[in-house]
Nanobody, 127 residues
Framework: QVQLVESGGGLVQAGDSLRLSCTTS????????MAWFRQAPGKERVFVAA???????HYTDTVKGRFTISRDNAKNTVYLQMNNLKAEDTAVYYCAQANAPPERVLIVIAQRAFDAWGQGTQVTVSS
């Protein structure tokens, strides 16, 4: 059984940085598409960033230039470095894993075709 566990969330001030981690057990992440989504109170869960098995990255426009997704296959962990945080970044952040090749990343994101999800970690940014 694949399990994803997120960590690193917290309460910060606008302009601060946080690094989220997502560690997978039960399956290696080496060739998988790994992604971060977020869900603000009263809103739907939305895509934030993804990284493929070939290390290509994709971001939603609102975080480009501020967030960086990366992976450490040896640790079976994916990270989300978040800089210059804004109040509108406040949300529960979820990690997701898809057993899919890099060329399918846009379809996987659009269809939310992920095989496993984490339980989420809260990020709160005070203005």
């Amino acid at each position: 059984q694949v399990q994803l566990v997120e960590s690193g969330g917290g309460l910060v001030q606008a302009g601060d940085s946080l690094r989220l981690s997502c560690t997978t057990s039960g399956r290696t992440i080496n060739n998988d598409i790994m992604a971060w989504f977020r869900q603000a109170p009263g809103k739907e869960r939305v895509f934030v960033a993804a990284i493929t098995g070939s290390d290509s990255t994709h971001y939603t426009d609102t975080v480009k230039g501020r967030f960086t997704i990366s992976r450490d296959n040896a640790k079976n962990t994916v990270y989300l470095q978040m800089n210059n945080l804004k109040a509108e970044d406040t949300a529960v952040y979820y990690c997701a894993q898809a057993n899919a090749p890099p060329e399918r990343v846009l379809i996987v994101i659009a269809q939310r075709a992920f095989d496993a999800w984490g339980q989420g970690t809260q990020v709160t940014v005070s203005s």
